[in-house]
């Protein structure tokens, strides 16, 4: 729920928690003369409780053997150099042929903890107390809660291949899945439609089986086998192996013709018209089930592609968020239809907090160009003005926003010549754009030409992506400025046409 509320601004630098004035870089010679002072005291207060806030960034250049954090992009790293922390050792003295690193070269986030260990381990046998004190240092650098953002990962409403991300618990009235039986056994996985299937015929064969053994017991006719004189009610059935057999020939119509229910009592006619009629509604039902089940047009959606970003440019000097569609198959979708859907949490001005909110996003449903005559690939555009939630939105608001956009493309699978299993049932296909998957100032590439008559479509440009001239202002302040500018110019015309009447009169 979390993961949509818009994020803080990344620039530690200007919205630090602790900000800091910038410390002159003190003299060579005066760091040589308080190295010894610092060391002895960083030893002497090792054991004291360390502060758990971030640490401030070092100063810049090259520090040899001291593996440092970059600077962030609106420091004053390029004027004022910042000295470490007060609870943080100096660096320790280099021997003559030490290597000078870059800053970026060591620092902390690009270097695994696994490699860090072994190379402390390789480096000395004994770690001394400065060691210690900058090991500990990196742990809280590492602990901040910069870095742990940082490493988090982004949960998605839905995939990039459409499949929803949200789990169903603690449903109490589960009785609701038995009352749609078909639906439910539809649903299941494959292994436990297959089991589902087997139980089924199982299940009939053993009570069944069970049915006929106890009545060839109640009536004799497992004690009196091979005795010409006797009539049986069901004949050959002198156990319950037989008996299960017996059960499986009646419902398959199998027939070897060895054990059979004979017309000498009622109840073995009445029971083999019952199990007939049993095993005729389990398999309408199953080989139903099983016939939706692979008719299902689901895996329709796999060939019904998208773009992998989303741009947002001008077209028609208005400013659009667009993305690509595509369809690798020659058999086309009838009737497709596009939606999308924003999802993002805000918070009322009551108070309220409402996670996930969806939102429509027009893709021109008032104008008919939602429903796509999906051939070729194309492009949808959603024109960005007054009712689209990025009125307000730019370039740089988008960085610091966190949303994700629901593309939903529906459509009826073509029917073939042969009038195929699949043909009349909808298929969908799903994706999803999350906020760094929007290019600013970008657009897509053209994949189609004329080739010997015919178009052709080139697939291995579908993703690429060019950069053209955009502004960086939301479309909101786009319209404000453009409004402005008309103000500006009919001010001006009536100015001039003011000018130029006292000239009119005056003329011959």
């Not at 002198?238 to 009622?266: H, K, P, W």
Request: hydrophobic letters at 35%.
């Amino acid at each position: 729920m979390l993961a949509y509320l818009p994020r803080p601004p990344t620039d530690t630098s200007r919205y630090g928690t602790f900000p800091q004035k910038p410390d002159l870089p003190a003299a060579p010679g005066a760091l040589r003369e308080d190295g010894g002072q610092q060391a002895a005291a960083t030893t002497a207060k090792r054991s004291a409780p360390m502060p758990n806030y971030l640490s401030a960034p070092r100063h810049s250049g090259f520090v040899p053997g001291e593996p440092s954090l970059p600077p962030s992009r609106g420091s004053l790293t390029t004027q004022h150099h910042r000295g470490p922390p007060s609870w943080c050792p100096p660096p320790a003295p280099q021997e003559a042929g030490a290597r000078l690193y870059p800053l970026h070269a060591m620092s902390v986030a690009n270097i695994p903890n696994s490699s860090r260990g072994k190379t402390s381990a390789r480096s000395s046998t004994i770690p001394t107390s400065e060691g210690l004190q900058s090991r500990r240092c990196k742990l809280l650098e590492e602990d901040s809660p910069m870095v742990q953002a940082s490493k988090r990962q982004r949960q998605r409403y839905v995939t990039k291949v459409g499949k929803c991300q949200v789990n169903l618990g603690n449903i109490q009235d589960k009785k609701r899945f038995l009352s749609d039986i078909f639906t439910t056994i539809v649903d299941l996985k494959y292994r436990w439609f297959l089991f589902v299937f087997m139980m089924c015929y199982v299940v009939t064969w053993v009570v069944f089986g069970f049915i006929y053994f106890f009545d060839a017991w109640v009536r004799g006719d497992v004690g009196h086998q091979g005795d010409p004189e006797w009539r049986a009610c069901i004949e050959n059935v002198d156990g319950f192996v037989s008996a299960l057999l017996l059960s499986v020939e009646s419902q398959r119509t199998i027939g070897y013709g060895t054990r059979m229910v004979t017309a000498n009592c009622a109840e073995g006619v009445i029971l083999l018209i019952a199990q007939s009629i049993v095993g005729s509604m389990i398999d309408a039902m199953m080989v139903g089930c099983m016939f939706v089940k692979i008719s299902r047009p689901k895996k329709r959606a796999q060939t019904l592609i998208f773009s992998k970003n989303c741009v947002i440019s001008r077209r028609d000097e208005k400013l659009c968020l667009m993305f690509r569609v595509g369809d690798l198959r020659e058999s086309h979708m009838v009737d497709a239809k596009i939606r999308a859907k924003l999802i993002k949490s805000r918070q009322t001005a009551e108070g309220e907090f409402i996670p996930l909110e969806q939102s429509e996003l027009n893709l021109g449903y008032d104008t008919g160009e939602d429903r796509l005559f999906l051939v070729e690939p194309q492009i949808i555009c959603h024109v960005i003005n007054r009712h689209s939630p990025f009125w307000d939105m730019s370039a740089e608001s988008l960085r610091r926003e966190q949303f994700e956009i629901i593309i939903i493309l529906e459509g009826i699978v073509e029917a073939t010549g042969n009038r195929c299993l699949a043909a009349g049932m909808t298929c969908q296909a799903r994706t999803s754009y999350t906020e760094d998957e929007i290019l600013w100032g970008y657009r897509f590439e053209p994949c189609m030409s004329l080739e010997k008559g015919a178009f052709q479509v080139d697939y291995s440009r579908f993703e690429m992506t060019f950069e053209v001239q955009t502004p960086a202002a939301s479309a909101k302040e786009l319209h404000e400025l453009k409004e402005l500018e008309q103000q500006e110019h009919s001010t001006l015309s009536l100015y001039w046409d003011h000018l130029l009447q006292p000239c009119a009169l005056t003329g011959p």
